[in-house]
């Protein structure tokens, strides 16, 4: 079992700054590649970003490519998601997890123990 706890959202003005924080108790992530999804109200939750376990291969959804970038440090159990240039179409509650199951990284089927969110609030 995985325990995660999402942290750094707030609220910040478009072209601003945030970055979240992922980090976990129970068992290392280094077992894990990790994904970011975001879920804005009346929306499905939408792919943002992964990372393998070693942190050497990274996926963007296109529209945060070239602003959002996801790291990891495993030897602090932590995966990170720092993003520039905030637009307002990001305000959403920023989730993590561990994925669970074979398949497409994009999918969040194949994710498992989910975190409680941060949530990301941009204004004008």
């Known amino acids: 079992q995985v325990q995660l706890v999402e942290s750094g959202g707030g609220l910040v003005q478009a072209g601003g700054s945030l970055r979240l924080s992922c980090t976990a108790s129970?068992?290392?992530?280094?077992?894990?590649?990790m994904g970011w999804f975001r879920q804005a109200p009346g929306k499905e939750r939408e792919f943002v970003a992964a990372i393998n376990w070693s942190g050497g291969t990274t996926y963007y959804a296109d529209s945060v490519k070239g602003r959002f970038t996801i790291s990891r440090d495993n030897a602090k159990n932590t995966v990170y998601l720092q993003m520039n240039s905030l637009k307002l179409e990001d305000t959403a509650v920023y989730y993590c997890?561990?994925?669970?199951?074979?398949?497409?990284?994009?999918?969040?089927?194949?994710?498992?123990?989910w975190g409680q969110g941060t949530q990301v609030t941009v204004s004008s």
């Open positions: 129970g068992r290392t992530l280094r077992d894990y590649d």
């Open positions: 997890a561990p994925q669970r199951y074979s398949g497409r990284y994009a999918d969040s089927g194949n994710y498992d123990y």
